[in-house]
C-alpha cells in the first residue's frame, strides 16, 4: 500500500478519534475532531453506517496503522513478529509499535507528532547507543540510550519541538532529560501504560488470525 499523501485530519475524522497528527494542532480547538466530528465526504454528516464484524476489526487495523504512521507490509510483518514472542499478541505487537525509534522521540518530545519524529530520525540527527542511526523502524531495547547528536543539538526546530511539548508527561518505561536531549529506555511498554491509546488490539489480533 502507498504513503497516504492526503489531509491528515480527514484520517482523524475517518476514525472518529484524534490521531495527534498534526502535533500541537490537535491540542487545540482548530484540531478537525472538534469542528467537524464526522466522517469526511459529501454524505459523512448524514450517514452513520452501523459496522459489526470485519468492519470493526478493520476499522481498529486502520487506527492503529494511522496512529503509528506505518503501512500495511510493515504493520502485517510486526504482528507476524508479536505473534512468534511469549505473551499476549495484541499487547506484545502494541509495545513493538511503541518502541518504533521515531516513536521513541515522539515521547520524548522532540517532535510534535510523530512524521516530525520519523524526520529527525531520517535527518540523522539521532544516536543510540552512541552511534548514529536514521531508520525510524529500528527498535530499541531496555537500557538502551536514545540522544540527540552533538551536531543537531542547537537545531531550532527540535527545540522548539521540546518546548511546545512540555506539558506532555514522560512514559514510564521511559527515562528523559529535556536539557541534554537524551533518555533511555527502562522497560518494555506493558499495555496498562498505554492507557490514552483507544485501541482494541484484540480485533487486529482476530483479523489477522483469518
Known amino acids: 500500500m502507498a504513503k497516504y499523501n492526503g489531509p491528515k485530519c480527514r484520517q482523524c475524522r475517518r476514525e472518529g478519534m484524534k490521531l495527534f497528527l498534526k ?8 484540531c478537525a475532531i472538534e469542528k467537524r466530528n464526522f466522517p469526511p465526504g459529501q454524505h459523512g454528516k448524514d450517514r452513520k453506517p452501523k459496522i459489526v464484524g470485519y468492519g470493526l476489526q478493520l476499522r481498529e487495523k486502520q487506527k492503529a496503522r494511522r496512529y503509528y504512521g506505518v503501512l500495511e507490509g510493515q504493520f502485517r510483518n510486526l504482528f507476524e513478529k508479536a505473534n512468534k514472542m511469549k505473551g499476549v499478541t495484541g499487547e506484545v505487537m502494541l509495545g513493538l509499535l511503541e518502541r518504533r525509534l521515531d516513536n521513541v522521540i515522539y515521547r520524548m518530545g522532540l517532535g510534535t507528532s510523530r512524521s516530525s519524529a520519523r524526520q529527525v530520525v531520517r535527518h540523522g540527527h539521532v544516536n543510540v547507543n552512541g552511534k548514529r542511526l536514521n531508520i525510524p523502524s529500528y527498535t530499541v531495547r531496555p537500557n538502551d540510550i536514545v540522544e540527540i547528536r552533538e551536531s543537531a543539538k542547537n537545531n531550532s526546530n527540535i527545540l522548539q519541538s521540546r518546548d511546545a511539548t512540555a506539558h506532555q508527561p514522560t512514559p514510564p518505561w521511559l527515562e528523559m532529560d ?12 506493558k499495555r496498562e501504560d498505554l492507557v490514552q491509546i483507544q485501541l482494541n488490539e484484540q480485533l487486529i489480533v482476530e483479523l489477522y488470525s483469518k
Do not use: N, Q, V
Not at 502535533?23 to 482548530?30: A, D, Y
Not at 529535556?178 to 511498554?189: H, T
Open 178 to 189: 529535556r536539557e541534554a536531549l537524551k533518555g533511555r529506555i527502562i522497560g518494555i511498554p
Open 23 to 30: 502535533g500541537e494542532r490537535c491540542h487545540t480547538e482548530k
